[in-house]
């Protein structure tokens, strides 16, 4: 399921509207029994942050941004260390 969820995410990133409809109404069904697919939430989080800059139209945004909410309500450690993994480390020399 993890798989299906990285397709819808990056369908939110298409030029194509019904792309990006379909990528919306797959989040937002899986949304509905995240038990069944709340078993990777690393990969999921590492692919939002790839995917992220591309979701430019705001209904996808918005399901994006209920996703990122679901996971951070139901697995706030592992959603805190997956960003924490995949952020940009920091300048050295900053104070």
Do not use: F
């Amino acid at each position: 399921m993890t798989d299906i969820l990285m397709v819808a995410i990056e369908a939110l990133t298409a030029e194509d509207i019904c792309d990006r409809q379909m990528g919306s109404k797959v989040l937002d069904t899986a949304m509905g029994d995240p038990a069944s697919w709340m078993t990777d939430v690393p990969k999921l989080m590492r692919y939002i942050y790839k995917n992220i800059e591309g979701v430019s139209t705001e209904p996808a945004r918005h399901s994006l941004h209920s996703l990122l909410l679901l996971l951070t309500e139901r697995c706030p450690r592992e959603v805190v260390r997956s960003l924490l993994e995949i952020s940009p480390t920091c300048d050295r020399n900053w104070p």
